[in-house]
């Protein structure tokens, strides 16, 4: 189907709660009497795996595998400045929150062939040390998108996508006005990704969180609950989903929106032991 036959863009919000996939689950009985669970496994023997090799796997198959099949995957809208004062805004999807205290964030750049050719926004940190990270929206996200062009170095993606910038308060490169959750950050450590006795493939940048901008429409101040039933789980200080509408990258050109969610209670060693005590006795039988 072509872009141009597909549904429009439904503009009311999609994050919903609903229950779990397998709500009965029980442990060590594991997924018996979960007709979902087991259909899944099912198919899974029926159809059987493709085994695949990263060393004998051609590059570009191996990265179109990894980005469809590791998903969703959050991205860093990054804002950052070259040595020559040249602003540069990116979007990259190997990202993550690696850590909370001290709170570090991850952003991975592939590199050109032979490791020559390392992206802008990636040179601009390793020389400056600073860059904020900034979340994307639905409501701007073909406009974040737009910064993923290839561009020449001294191309300001800023004035392409029509985003607005906002003053840092720490560091130097600006935060996008738009996000409703920007990170100040200024460089941790680098590490460089590569086989032994070859030139990198990537390079890993772990940025320090120096500062973060919240929009309070988005934060859930003490006292304030979404609508779903959150148990004894504490939710002050957490982002609500459904107005932040945060997006994702998947395979390909693919980005994918935050739909429905479910709450899994974490269990406790109290509430299990008895079911895992019993497996001794289970083995003899």
């Known amino acids: ?44 023997e029926e159809v059987g795996f493709t085994v695949v090799d990263p060393q004998t796997t051609a590059p570009g198959n191996l ?30 999807s190997y990202f993550n929150v690696v850590n909370s205290d001290p709170p570090i964030v991850s952003v991975s750049f592939s590199v050109g062939a032979a490791g020559t050719k ?7 940190i390793l020389t400056n040390k600073t860059f904020t990270v900034n979340i994307i929206s639905e409501p701007f996200v ?19 996508s029509g985003l607005t910038k906002e003053k840092s308060t720490l560091v130097e490169p600006p935060r996008v006005k738009e996000s409703a959750f920007s990170l100040e950050c200024e460089l941790y450590q680098s590490v460089e990704l590569k086989h032994p006795d070859q030139p990198p493939g990537g390079i890993l940048v772990l940025g320090l969180v120096q500062l973060i901008h919240v929009r309070n429409d988005v934060l859930i101040h003490p006292g ?11 939710r002050e200080w957490t982002i609500d989903p459904a107005k932040l509408r945060a997006v994702s990258r998947m395979g390909g050109i693919t980005y994918g929106r935050i739909g429905e969610a479910f709450e899994i209670p974490r269990p406790t060693w109290a509430q299990v032991k008895d079911n895992y005590n019993g497996r001794d006795a289970a083995d003899k039988n």
Request: with cysteine.
């Open 224 to 234: 304030e609950h979404p609508d779903a039933t959150a148990g004894s789980v504490p």
């Open 142 to 160: 073909e406009a974040a998108n737009w910064c993923s062009v290839d561009s020449p170095p001294d191309v300001d993606e800023w004035y392409g």
């Open 63 to 92: 990265y179109r595998l990894l980005i469809s099949g590791i998903v969703p995957r959050p991205i860093a809208f990054v804002s950052s400045i070259a040595a020559d004062g040249t602003q540069n805004l990116a979007p990259f």
């Open 1 to 44: 189907m072509a872009a141009s036959e597909r549904p429009s863009f439904n503009y009311e919000p999609s994050f919903k709660y609903t229950q779990s996939p397998n709500p009965d689950f029980k442990p060590v009985s594991g997924l018996k009497g979960a007709p979902f669970a087991e259909e899944w496994i099912k198919k899974g």
């Open 118 to 124: 390392k992206k802008d926004t990636c040179n601009n």
